[in-house]
């Protein structure tokens, strides 16, 4: 037993299913239970939500999860080898846990969940980073999830919550503060992890808004930031040429000065600049 549930302690499940971490895979595995429980409750009250997990592994936060209560867990892992380890946690929580094994970056788990849906993860960056920005950019919003529960490099955590005026600011904290509200809720070192990786890492807890911070439309809001930072050493007017050939007149009427650079513009300035070029 391991203390959050009757179910067997990790290292034995690990053991049990031969589930030696792949490299290619991305797998750095949370073994403490008491501890994925406190990144389940980082997200919220669970009971009366659905629950997106993707990379489940042998199931160290999906347990965290069930046992805080999640009405439901959709978990959605590409590695075979963990199937028969997150079906004993099905077994132990009847009708709360679906398991599909396949790439997240290919399916679609809408037709699989019922609002209100929370998202909680623990993945290789590379995917968690895509799969931020497309959760961040669906076609209308509010988009399907209340709240995004996501463990991340520290670096990248800090990349998403940034400020004006420093380096990690860039198109990843513009497209995360424009209509959600990011934190940074917990930091854990390599330690934490089996095996351990070679950064720190950071839970970063993201909750939808309701509707944008500032008006804009988001395809011209992500076109001019995304050639802004492109850019981000030269100045705004040059940055942006391609973007408008009456760049400079569109930069004045937002408020910012054509010589700044896009490390200094502030989101509601972007919006405003976007704003600018959508009426011509
Ligand atoms: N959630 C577990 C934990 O916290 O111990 C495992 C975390 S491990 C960092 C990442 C997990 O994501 C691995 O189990 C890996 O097989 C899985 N994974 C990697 N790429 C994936 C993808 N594209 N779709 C679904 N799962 C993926």
Known sequence: MSGID????????IAKHDL???KSLGQNFLLDLNLTAKIARLGGELSGADILEIGPGP???TRGLLAEGARRVLAIEKDPRCMAALAQIGAAYPGRLQVIN???LEINPLDHLQAPIKVAANLPYNVGTELLVRWLTPPTWPPFWDSLTLMFQREVAQRIVAQPGSKAYG???ILSQWRSDPQIVMELPPEAFSP???VNSAVIHLTALPAPRFPADPAVLNKVVAAAFNQRRKMLRSALKSVSPDIEDHLIAAGIKPTERAEQIGLEAFCGLARSLSTG
Request: positive net charge.
């Open 20 to 22: 030696a971490a792949k």
């Open 171 to 173: 198109r990843l904290a």
């Open 102 to 104: 396949g790439d997240a």
């Open 196 to 198: 351990p990786p070679k």
């Open 59 to 61: 199931g160290g936060l």
């Open 6 to 13: 009757n179910l067997p302690p990790l290292r034995e499940v």
